[in-house]
């Protein structure tokens, strides 16, 4: 059973149940403290003197976060000679909120050759790359690697003329209408 | 001017009792974590909330509660007369405080140390019941936002013209010179969050105006109630629909 419910509106008393994620308690009330969609998770067997716990939770799914080993889709904003910065745009199928910034750090561009990687032979700003999440990283971003064949870059426009390129190895891209031959990290899709 | 005529009806036809038409919409902005617009009559507000993000000054960062901001402004075209930009204007800074401090104490900030929350307010039409409007509004973009909260916030003002008690002032019984009293409160609670007025009135007159005023507000708060039930219902079904097409 589904029921919506408003904030500080009473759900159920304390003595009967355990309160949840989108509640607080008051007094003897469990209630709710999101506009939301209200439902009651029952008492696992194995535990024992548990009593089913309240939830309320908003309709819309939340805003996705990144974590290690979630394959993102994200565009590179900078370079620098060490690190690449990108700004990760959707975690899986799920396009993120908020906008959160990732790292691609020279020795993750990919899994060969690490030594001898150039950034911008790999990336250039602009440039829609699929990454996994390797770490939390740093205060200020996410950890990124493209070092797998199914990672890299899956959208780059040519320098040229502007518009998007065609993949030739994992190595080229090509600009369709200036032929000219363009270094990436490209990703098998 | 006769401010309530002889049969008991007022300027713009309601009773001493009686609320102007409500109307509300949520989700407005897209850019803004929350938002809503409030209509109480010819009195129209958009409010937009964003956050809980992490707060943008350090050195003002609470570690065991979120901090809650308010900026509060007229349009230029709200009004009857066209309003030039001031510098600083006072009492939109008053409202803005008197904003965010009625809604702070509703949101259960210690859930949500080191951040803060945004609330700007705009008002579209100015019609009296600005401040009102206003809480109604942000309190709206607050839920819509999914920011934790107490109970139910709902404002509403009454004033007293002609020997009467009026609820829920317009602008032109706000300059008719009697006093106005604003009231919010947290209706599941039965807590004033907020009780404001400029004017001096006797006990008897103040008693009679603050219970007016309360009922206003519970009026206020069905009809706040039941547009978030609507909205929860038309969010939960376009999900569905989203669901069902993946």
Redesign the interface.
């Known amino acids: 059973m589904t029921e919506t419910c408003t904030p500080g509106q009473r759900l159920g008393l304390v003595t009967e149940f355990e309160p949840g994620a989108g509640t607080y308690v008051a007094g003897s009330f469990v209630c709710a403290s999101l506009v939301g969609i209200q439902r009651t998770v029952p008492v696992e067997e194995t535990a024992d003197k548990r009593l089913p716990r309240l939830e309320v939770s908003r309709s819309t799914r939340p805003d996705p976060v990144p974590s290690p080993g979630d394959v993102v889709t994200a565009r590179i904003t900078r370079l620098t000679p060490r690190l690449a910065l990108a700004d990760i745009l959707c975690v899986g199928e799920h396009p993120c909120a908020q906008r959160y910034s990732g790292v691609v750090r020279i020795q993750d561009v990919r899994a060969t050759e690490i030594d001898s990687v150039r950034l911008p032979a790999a990336f250039r700003p602009g440039d829609l790359i699929r990454a996994e999440v390797l770490s939390l990283g740093d205060a200020r971003s996410y950890f990124l690697t493209t070092a797998k064949n199914e990672l890299g870059v899956v959208y780059a426009k040519s320098i040229a003329a502007g518009v998007p390129m065609v993949p030739l190895s994992w190595q080229e891209m090509q600009c369709p209408t200036t032929q000219s031959v363009e270094s990436r990290k490209v990703a098998r899709v | 001017m006769e401010y309530v005529n002889t049969v008991g009806l007022r300027l713009d036809g309601r009773r001493p009792n009686e609320i102007r038409q409500l109307r509300a919409e949520m989700s407005t902005l897209a850019s803004a974590?929350g938002s809503a617009t409030f209509e109480m009559g010819n009195t129209k507000v958009l409010a937009a909330v964003y956050g809980p993000r992490e707060a943008s000054n350090r050195a003002q960062t609470d570690t065991s509660k979120a901090t809650v901001r308010c900026e509060y402004s007229m349009a230029a075209f709200s009004s009857g007369e066209r309003r030039r930009r001031g510098k600083s204007d006072r009492r939109a800074t008053e409202t803005s405080l008197a904003i965010a401090n009625t809604l702070e104490q509703?949101i259960?900030t210690e859930l949500l140390p080191r951040t803060q929350i945004d609330i700007y307010v705009q008002v579209l039409q100015a019609d009296g019941g600005m401040r009102c409007a206003a809480i109604n509004a942000a309190f709206l973009a607050l839920?819509?936002a999914?920011v934790?909260?107490?109970?139910?916030v709902a404002a509403c003002a009454a004033g007293y013209l002609d020997g009467t008690a009026l609820l829920d002032l317009n602008y032109t019984e706000d300059g008719g010179g009697g006093p106005e009293v604003a009231v919010a409160l947290?209706?599941?609670?039965h807590q004033v969050l907020m009780l404001q007025t400029d004017s001096k009135l006797s006990m008897e007159v103040f008693e009679e105006v603050v219970e007016l005023a309360s009922n206003g507000c519970r009026a206020v708060a069905e009809f706040?109630?039941t547009t978030?039930?609507a909205?929860?219902?038309r969010?939960?079904l376009a999900?569905s629909i989203a669901k069902s097409e993946a």
């Open positions: 974590d509703n259960l839920a819509d999914g934790p909260m107490r109970d139910s947290q209706t599941g609670l706040l109630r978030l039930l909205h929860v219902g969010l939960s999900t």
